[in-house]
């Protein structure tokens, strides 16, 4: 007979964002315990964990064992005592011989054991590997960890029960409602157990509150933002969005700030009008299903009202000392213990961004960046640095570059987010970055592993955008000079064209064995080469490539001298030759149908290794021409051939 | 309408019913409700403990001159320690939201994750702000770790920020104008705490004079550590309570010099390190001092 089991972890509130991978992490240690079964479905609230799964067999199949005796020549009395122990007569026992020779042995069965027990004796062991990215004692010093305190345990196998304890709780049929609209203890049974949660305003699928929020703003021109959406699907059992509205003339405060204030602080979504504007309006997410009295409503526009105050109140006070005039204040902000003030690192930027290329404002905008970690505005909202420098250099008066350039040199702050969108900033965003990256890396600041608490990745990261997107022409070999940080920059080099160009690994391989100081050329390129891989010529063409360099390094050659065009023999060497000097400076491109046959008629015909030593020299210089003409563009060894 | 200090006294009622001491404030200056011997040295060491305090927390750098209607130099906390936290410690806390007259079928409760460190006293635990319709009215922490030490039992600590809390009640847009009795605004007994200290943290203290105060704190209570010896018999008399007394003095006077702009960057990490240094051997010193206490008792 197959069975039904749920698993619900009742625990106190779980933070939203560690959700999604701690379902995935029950998932895994479910599957662990290998109790066969159809189907498995995760769900989650802030408040509890739920495994469900189909078709669990009521008992484990039988099971065999093979248990080996003593050898063949031992005493009989041995033997005699071995099969006493596996409750059989001597001459029941197999003999089977091993490498080390003959010995008695006994096929034992094992019966498979009830699933219940089994699921009973893993379960909280199971739940105690769920993955978190922190966890917690509640019960004491040396007791179980977990994210939060678990309060109640839901296991049923089929009708029944699975008893077990965990952390003084013990399991059976009762889990729980919503905190204060639901009833704390409710029993369930597999069958009802989804249903009677939403009797108790519990919805259990994300996605069905996903779809709930969704719904329920469609009336409303909400700012799309993913991430808060998910945010508060997790953060909620029950939500409910609500609207609410701010005063209008909060408006003549910076978009940025109002958006951060709703966003970070809040967790309110921002509304639009039809133009695209924000309105005086937002959608908070309650996790209740209704505010009939407006309580809640007005509860939230009073909040926002204070913060959206304090908001203009440090604006305001910020504009009492202008951007310039903070910079001394820099020397009272550490940038990182090792590697003093931010007054310090502010002066390395604004050289660095002179070397760089950049013009004068790109050095101002160097010179007023970091200025906006002394605001309130920034102390208040820390996400919001480089933008509150760049609005204030606006109201200043600072030209457009500049303000721009301060306002933008954070970014790009992730993947998704965009480069600076002017030359100015490229410039300004790069130095910053190469600032924290070499400064990091020469006082031994290195990430490793997943510990990355300087974002070096990120700004690794940024740096090799900046240069690619924004097209900038420079050497980066020249700014790194350190190997480690060289290193680590190429593997970004390498991720951004794998994982974020989707160009295949060998191309990118074949393009950096290249160089690839020169990040714009290296995309070129890389364009390039996954362009020729269209032709049919190409790939036999790489194969003759590796060919050449592994016969060139097998005999060591060393050096390319000039080809004495009289030791070329006749037919398919001189004809290589021949095409070589039409073609040498012509783009690979363009001769590749013609160069090929030849190649392949060379290696058909031709013997590389002639027994006259002056011949075969010969020879060896003509590949090693033709491999130096042809790999400026990509180490074609590199490239990985099907056939 | 409930005025501040009714809603003070009905939380407090509502803690000593559920077997709280309920304490009077700590008489020196401290940053947080935390920072009380009460809840420092009290959550250390196998020994359960209750109670509930309003403690006047004192940041000197959050002060604005009696002008902003919700920054305050001066604010007042409720602290609540459960050691060790009762399994029912969340609907607990509900209750007393309730018992101060909040229908929570009707607002908006969220449990937002925060957890919480704090450097100076070697100590941080995970919990939770607490949010009603969008304001962040309690602090809820689980402590882990307190003076660099392991807790055997772990204790919740709840801090409702009480001035906020009456704003939300009494629906006012700044704190000076909630009721704190009938016939007197929180501005009439507090407006001038918040002028005079911010006047005298931002511009007046005398530099000079707040170092050598720390020195001769740090000095005294460096001295009193010095002196313990924990095989020494009849420990239980030597005093850890009043060295502890100076490791807060210099707490809130780096806090106040650091308002007066006087830490320079590099200054400022060794001062966090010089007083948690004296925090953690005052932590470590309790520990064993009550573990002679612990066995006195058990022989009486």
Known sequence: ????????????????????????????????????????????????????????????????????????????????????????????????????????????????????????????????????????????????????????????????????????????????????????????????????????????????????????????????????????????????????????????????????????????????????????????????????????????????????????????????????????????????????????????????????????????????????????????????????????????????????????????????????????????????????????????????????????????????????????????????????????????????????????????????????????????RLIRVQNLRASPDFEPLAASFKRIKNILQQAQFTGVGAIDAALLEAGPEQDLYREYESIAGQPIESVISRLRPKVDLFFDKVLVNAPDARVRQNRLTLLGTLLQEFSTIADFSEIVTTS | MQSFQEIILKLKHYWAERGCIIQEPYDIEVGAGTMCPETFLRVLGPKPYRVAYVQPSRRPADGRYGDNPNRLYKHSQLQVILKPSPPDIIEQYLGSLEAIGIDLRQHDLKFEEDNWEAPTLGAWGVGWQVMLDGLEITQFTYFQQCGGIDLELVPAELTYGLERLTAFLQVRDTVYDIEWAKGFSYGDVRYLDELQYSVYNFEMADIPTLWKLFELHEAEALRLLGLYNPKASDKKRFPLLPAYDQVLKCSNLFNTLDSRGAISVTERVGVIQRVRRMAVSVAQAWVDQQREVATAEVAG
């Open chain 1, 1 to 524: 007979m197959s069975l039904p089991f749920l698993l619900e972890i009742g625990a106190e509130e779980i933070p939203d964002w560690m959700i999604p991978g701690a379902l995935e992490s029950l998932h895994l240690q479910f599957e662990k315990v290998e109790i066969p079964h159809e189907t498995v479905r995760l769900d989650a609230t802030p408040r509890r964990l739920v495994l469900r799964a189909e078709g669990l067999p009521e008992r484990q199949p039988d099971t065999e064992e093979r248990i080996l005796g003593p050898a063949k020549s031992a005493p009989a009395q041995a033997v005699a005592g071995f099969a006493r122990k596996q409750g059989v007569a001597p001459e029941d026992l197999a003999v089977e011989s091993t490498p080390k020779g003959e010995y008695y042995s006994f096929l034992k069965k094992v019966k498979g054991r009830q699933t219940k027990d089994l699921l009973a004796e893993s379960l909280p062991g199971l739940i105690l590997k769920i993955y978190f990215p922190k966890s917690m004692y509640w019960t004491g010093k040396g007791g179980p960890q977990f994210i939060r305190p678990i309060r109640w345990l839901v296991a049923l196998l089929g009708d029944g029960v699975v008893p077990f304890e965990l952390a003084g709780v013990r399991s059976g049929p009762l889990s729980a409602g919503h905190r204060r609209l639901g009833s704390p203890e409710i029993a369930v049974t597999i069958a009802d157990y989804e249903q009677r949660l939403r009797d108790h305003h519990v919805i259990l699928s994300a996605e069905e509150r996903r779809h709930k929020i969704r719904t329920e703003l469609a009336a409303v021109r909400v700012k799309p933002d993913a991430a808060l959406l998910e945010t508060l699907v997790y953060l909620t059992e029950y939500p409910t969005p609500i609207t609410g509205s701010f005063d209008p003339q909060f408006l003549d405060l910076p978009e940025e700030v109002l958006v951060t204030v709703m966003r970070h602080h809040q967790k309110y979504f921002s509304v639009e009008d039809a133009s695209g504007k924000l309105a005086p309006q937002f959608v908070a997410v309650m996790n209740i299903g209704s505010d009939p009295e407006g309580f809640v409503r007005r509860g939230n526009e009073r909040v926002l009202r204070a913060r959206f105050n304090d908001a203009r109140f440090f604006w305001e006070t910020d504009q009492k000392k202008k951007l310039a005039d903070r910079k001394p204040d820099l020397a009272h902000v550490t940038f990182q213990a090792k590697l003093g003030t931010y007054l310090e690192k502010t002066e390395r930027t604004m050289a660095l961004a002179k070397e760089l290329g950049g013009d004068a404002h790109a050095v101002r905008a160097a010179e007023l960046a970091k200025c906006d970690l002394t605001t309130e505005l920034v102390k208040e909202f820390t996400e919001l640095q480089g933008v509150v420098g760049g609005l204030y250099a606006r109201v200043q008066g600072e030209p457009e570059p500049v303000w721009q350039a301060i306002y933008d040199h954070y970014k790009p702050e992730s993947m998704e987010d965009s480069i600076p969108r002017g030359r100015t900033g490229q410039i300004v965003a790069l130095a910053d970055k190469l600032d924290t990256l070499t400064g990091c890396f020469r006082v031994g600041l290195v990430p490793t592993g997943s510990r990355d608490p300087f974002a070096l990745r990120r700004a690794a990261q940024g740096v090799v955008r900046v240069v690619v997107e924004g097209k900038l022409d420079l050497s980066l070999a020249n700014y790194l000079a350190d190997d480690a940080l060289r290193d680590f920059l190429a593997d970004r080099v390498r991720y951004y064209f794998k994982d974020i160009r989707g160009f295949q690994y060998d191309e990118v391989n074949a393009c950096m064995a290249a160089g690839w100081s020169q990040l714009v050329d290296l995309e070129a």
